[in-house]
């Protein structure tokens, strides 16, 4: 069987095999090999930038699916008679941009969320008990404005921004998941989302 071929073939066959044939035998052998040490080299990463390990853990499987399609594998640019440690060292630089990838994309949302948000605290300050009610039927018909996503990513942002200045990165997972959308899209619905508030706000002020 192919399956117990592939046990047999070393790291950089396995990796041509992925990458000529997309064999996913070879692909499932050479994950095997390799993961149990891309994802500790993963969880070492959130350990020292405080990260959730749960980030690291994605991030490690994640580093397998690119190589996967990208088909980016050279073996001449495996520096060293060791096929293994070069190997192995190619992996965890993917990984590295994929957690730089994730730490650009965190800090993106936060400087729209924290300047949105910062906003709202102060509007807050200026509302008096009296107009508490007319504040209610204004915000219902602001998030009128907002569909069924929008208004998902933005009530959760409210949420957990009573007691957190940063919406956790488990949490944009939950919500991409809940919603049927990749991660990166849940940033894109709240800016949408945001737009949206303001521009409803303005028409109010108006």
Same mark, same amino acid.
């Given at each position: 069987?192919?399956?117990?071929?592939?046990?047999?073939?070393?790291? +950089?066959? /396995? /990796?041509?095999?992925? *990458? =000529?044939?997309?064999?996913?035998?070879?692909?499932?052998?050479?994950? $095997? #090999?390799?993961?149990?040490? !891309?994802?500790?080299?993963?969880?070492?990463?959130?350990? &020292? *930038?405080? +990260? =959730?390990?749960? +980030?690291?853990?994605?991030?490690?499987?994640?580093?397998?699916?690119? !190589?996967?399609?990208?088909?980016?594998?050279?073996? #001449?640019?495996?520096?060293?008679?060791?096929?293994?440690?070069?190997?192995?060292?190619?992996?965890? #630089?993917?990984?590295? $941009?994929?957690?730089?990838?994730?730490?650009?994309?965190?800090?993106? =949302?936060?400087?729209?969320?924290?300047?949105?948000?910062?906003? &709202? !605290?102060?509007?807050? $300050?200026?509302?008096?008990?009296?107009?508490?009610?007319?504040? *209610?039927?204004?915000?219902?018909?602001?998030?009128?404005? &907002?569909?069924?996503?929008?208004?998902?990513? !933005?009530?959760?942002?409210?949420?957990?921004? #009573?007691?957190?200045?940063? /919406?956790?990165?488990?949490?944009?997972?939950?919500?991409?998941?809940?919603?049927?959308?990749?991660?990166?899209? +849940?940033?894109?619905? *709240?800016?949408?989302?945001?737009?949206?508030?303001?521009?409803?706000?303005?028409?109010?002020?108006?």
């Amino acid at each position: 069987m192919l399956k117990t071929r592939c046990q047999f073939l070393d790291d +950089v066959v /396995l /990796l041509e095999r992925i *990458r =000529d044939f997309n064999d996913e035998q070879a692909y499932k052998e050479f994950v $095997n #090999r390799y993961l149990p040490a !891309v994802k500790q080299e993963c969880l070492n990463k959130c350990k &020292l *930038r405080n +990260v =959730d390990k749960h +980030v690291g853990i994605q991030i490690a499987h994640e580093t397998f699916e690119k !190589v996967k399609k990208s088909k980016s594998f050279k073996k #001449r640019k495996l520096n060293g008679t060791d096929s293994k440690t070069a190997i192995t060292g190619w992996l965890y #630089r993917i990984s590295s $941009n994929l957690f730089y990838d994730y730490h650009n994309s965190e800090k993106k =949302d936060n400087e729209i969320n924290e300047s949105y948000f910062d906003e &709202l !605290v102060a509007e807050a $300050n200026e509302i008096c008990a009296d107009s508490l009610a007319d504040t *209610r039927d204004i915000t219902v018909k602001i998030l009128a404005k &907002l569909n069924a996503k929008e208004k998902e990513v !933005v009530i959760t942002d409210l949420e957990y921004k #009573r007691n957190q200045k940063y /919406l956790p990165s488990d949490v944009n997972e939950t919500l991409a998941k809940n919603l049927g959308v990749k991660k990166p899209t +849940v940033r894109k619905i *709240r800016e949408r989302a945001i737009a949206k508030l303001k521009k409803a706000i303005n028409e109010i002020n108006k």
